[in-house]
């Protein structure tokens, strides 16, 4: 099964600093659920404006760990948002949770067979 994230890509990227990927994948795993829950709620609510802005600030989280599949997730929310038609924005989380949640599970396993 392939990864989640380019390896060589994030290696190259992070200059093979096991620390620092280890904090920054402690941080995604902390900060990336509150945003999927602003941007849950927001959608709930109608707020393509928050919807656009939380999917935005995930994007870039998600680009510093080269993770193409949840980065294009993290972009078609943010594009949703922006668009300010919600009514297709249920799936299009529910896709950025399935890989935002893969990910998350493999950087942290990945940085723990290296501790």
């Known amino acids: 099964m392939p990864r989640t994230f380019d390896e060589k890509e994030l290696l190259d990227r992070i200059d093979n600093d096991w620390e620092f990927l280890g904090d920054a994948t402690r941080m995604l795993a902390a900060d990336a659920p509150i945003l999927l829950a602003d941007i849950r709620r927001a959608v709930q609510s109608g707020d393509a404006t928050l919807v656009g802005s939380a999917g ?3 994007k870039g989280m998600i680009s ?4 193409p599949d949840a980065q294009a997730s993290a972009m078609a929310v943010e594009q949703i948002g922006k668009g300010g038609d919600l009514s297709n924005a249920a799936p299009t989380l529910h896709e950025l949770e399935t890989h ?3 990910l998350i599970v493999e950087l942290t396993e990945y940085v723990a067979i290296r501790a």
């Open 56 to 58: 935005h600030t995930l």
């Open 64 to 67: 510093n760990f080269c993770a």
């Open 100 to 102: 935002l949640n893969a």
